[in-house]
């Protein structure tokens, strides 16, 4: 049997103190004139699931704590925004395990560009099959879809990412993407490989986006090290270019909250966590590995890895490609598991749709090795 891998990072450092008081802090949001109902009554569990970790007594399948990179997000927000951030984690980490589907994904992961400049040596992008533009993956999202998205989603989903398997600052209209997104999601992410990040697009995140996270992606410090993994790409570049987003957010946005992070895929080339702490603490706020999930030959109708465990994805988080085309993960990069496209259906209506609930049962019944490329994957 394959090992399964567990969603979420290898190895995670911060570079600021995290608040203690946390419960104290949920407690007085539970009193809070914009907190929901349902937003008290997962703050609830949540603090009695830290009155249990108090107490050394074992969490129960209900209970969540927040992780450190989660502490670093809540530490950042409004008491006004504490019940919409933990209703959104609880969904977000819990779901998965509780096999709970409401009527929108806790994240909306959204591909305004599935092409990328670069051709890392652990990426979709080195497959032909993706690149090809005769197979028809390539593309940039149009304004006029992505606008289409954020008015479904607002006020339903706080995750919001911009990423899957291309470069995101490729888009011509990555500024008016933001400007659309400001100030309307607690969870909002953008992944790049900072090689596109002119001064004029770190004025355009740090002005619109004033919540969430930036992710760098790279894991090293060596030059040659990274011309090797992140093929096409310069590491003086990026982390010149890295090293002036700082510089920016000092100068001109400096109560600005968004946090930034280096994460790179853990692989026996890539630099330690230890080095990477030492080099880059100085420029953003965080470091981490993710763990790197073997892709090569999942189409090719090898024996399934024996993992019978469902994925959380099909609980956590729905992906929308550039051309509408939704997908349940990313991992099935060529869109075997498409459930539609939201030309012809909703966020939510996908997200709900017999053909997600079927995959969501077969997982749970302990036939996942009955997908393609699910039999693959060893996430879970």
Not at 1 to 9: L, R, W
Not at 150 to 165: C, F, K, N, P, W
Request: charged share 25%; glycine share 6%.
């Amino acid at each position: 049997m394959g090992k399964s891998i567990a969603k979420g990072f290898q190895e995670f450092r911060a570079f600021a103190d995290s608040e203690q008081s946390i419960r104290r802090e949920l407690v007085t949001a539970t009193q809070n004139k914009y907190t929901t109902e349902k937003e008290k009554g997962v703050l609830n569990k949540v603090i009695d699931s830290y009155d249990k970790q108090v107490q050394s007594q074992p969490l129960g399948p209900e209970d969540f704590v927040l992780s450190p990179h989660e502490v670093a997000d809540f530490n950042e927000l409004e008491p006004a925004e504490v019940g919409r951030y933990l209703r959104y984690r609880y969904a977000y980490n819990k779901f998965p395990d509780l096999h709970i589907t409401e009527e929108y994904p806790p994240c909306v992961q959204i591909e305004i560009a599935s092409v990328c400049n670069y051709r890392c040596t652990m990426c979709f992008q080195v497959d032909s099959q993706l690149t090809d533009k005769n197979h028809g993956h390539m593309g940039l999202m149009k304004l006029d879809m992505y606008k289409n998205i954020i008015d479904q989603i607002e006020g339903h989903v706080e995750g919001v990412t911009l990423a899957s398997r291309g470069e995101p600052t490729l888009n011509k209209n990555f500024v008016q993407i933001l400007e659309y997104s400001a100030d309307k999601f607690l969870g909002f992410k953008i992944n790049t490989n900072a090689s596109l990040l002119t001064e004029d697009k770190c004025h355009a995140i740090l002005s619109n986006i004033s919540l969430g996270t930036i992710v760098f992606s790279l894991e090293t410090i060596d030059a040659a090290t990274y011309a090797q993994i992140r093929v096409n790409g310069s590491f003086s570049n990026v982390s010149d270019n890295v090293k002036r987003f700082k510089r920016i957010r000092q100068k001109y946005y400096p109560s600005s909250k968004l946090i930034t992070r280096i994460s790179g895929v853990s692989m026996p080339e890539t630099s330690s966590m230890e080095k990477m702490e030492s080099y880059w603490s100085r420029y953003v706020d965080q470091v981490s590995f993710v763990h790197c999930s073997p892709w090569t030959s999942i189409y090719e109708g090898l024996p399934a890895n024996g993992i019978t465990e469902p994925c959380g994805d099909l609980w956590r988080r729905m992906f929308i490609w550039w051309d509408g085309k939704v997908n349940p993960c990313d991992y099935d990069y060529r869109s075997f598991l498409s459930v539609g496209n939201l030309e012809n259906g909703a966020v939510s209506s996908l997200w709900t749709s017999p053909l997600y609930q079927d995959l969501r049962q077969s997982h749970m019944s302990g036939n996942r090795c009955q997908h393609v490329p699910c039999r693959q994957c060893p996430s879970v």
